[in-house]
């Protein structure tokens, strides 16, 4: 039997479907419905259905030319990345010569460094959010050892206020005007991983430019979740992973973006390859490289291509839907999970932390629980319920209704699993 709150929520998929047909969605293991409520994409983002094809077809060429698929292929693979470059570029708001697809994404904020910390006199900080992935928190701390530097003493986190769950933009700006000038990188996440929180991007890379420090954005939650503006925004870098909101697969390539004013600058310090020479000349294999004046100078392999079949499907995918439509229904979609979370929340030991302001959050929103393991939770939600949530112990749940495939009777599964599942209070 459908309560009315389910039939409401069938009614406006049907009126707002969003594109979950263009996608595989893994089969619940039992119970009343056939597929999993899938609320784990800003962890990994689900199978297109047009990837596997796509990739086959790639691996065909490589069986019927061998080597002469350099040249020959349909998607010849000695300029393969160029045809993820346009894309890639449209949904971060970047000119094409500022973006390449390349690596992972903790090894491109390395080599962003390279070129974009450089620690001198006192302005050596590097400032990153207290709640930053760890990975990132790994990987600047190792920056500053590199450069000789205590990394205790280097690397700044920023902190909500006492009692808050995110961070104010107004805190960021005030540390930036007091302390600015010690601060050679602010590398922040525009949309933080725990708590969903998106950050001013372009009033902090302002501010911190203007106390004269290098502004780095870690954009792993925030590409393909909310629109981008880098260019306009003035960042100076910043990195991703496509395997999230962008739907490339584990571990997929990931995407680097420096601005327009870095390009073709000399002074910068980069780390080469014969991929970061320009593409005319590479095979003339002369001792010294000819870095073109774009993000390319940054490559160093020939990439992978069966790699970039499925970024570049993914990103196809995203041109033709338009990051507009898709953050006009991710913010109706998530919106209506905000409003069965508050019924839930209301009597059980559970608190939303992501912003209220649907300005200041994407899609996911995080779910502090009061009593018991957030892994515990997540697992009864998937064994008992189907929903597949993402825990980040101790007590942190996140959902994310993805508004290329997820639906409104996702989020009412959540809602009702949870109320199922945690005890009210009273
Ligand atoms: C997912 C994520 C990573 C993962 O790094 P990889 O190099 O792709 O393994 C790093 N930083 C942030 C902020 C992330 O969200």
Known sequence: MHTP???EAHRLDSVDPGHRHLFHV?????????????LAGNSLGLQPRATRDELLADLDAWQRLGVEGHLEAERPWLPYHELLTAPAARLVGALPAETVVMNSLTVNLHLLMVSFYR??????????EDSAFPSDSYAVRSQARFHGLDPDATVVRLKPRPGEDTLRTRDVLDFLG????TVALLLLGGVNYLTGELMDIPAITAAGRAAGAVVGWDLAHAVGNVPLALHDWDVDFAAWCSYKYLNSGPGALAGVFVHERHLGDPALPRFEGWWSTEAATRFEMTPVSRPPATVEAWQISNPPIFAMGPVRTSLELFDSVGMP?????SLRLTGYLERLLDEVTADRPLTVVTPRDPARRGCQLSVRIGVGSANELTKRLRHEHGVIADAREPDVVRFAPVPLYSTYHDCWRVADALAATVEATS
């Open 119 to 128: 620690p001198a006199g006192e302005r050596t900080r590097i400032v990153i």
């Open 178 to 181: 007091a302390e600015g000038h």
């Open 26 to 38: 893994p089969p619940a293991e039992g119970g009343r419905y056939p597929e999993v409520a899938y």
């Open 5 to 7: 709150e389910e039939a």
């Open 325 to 329: 439509a898709l953050r006009e229904r």
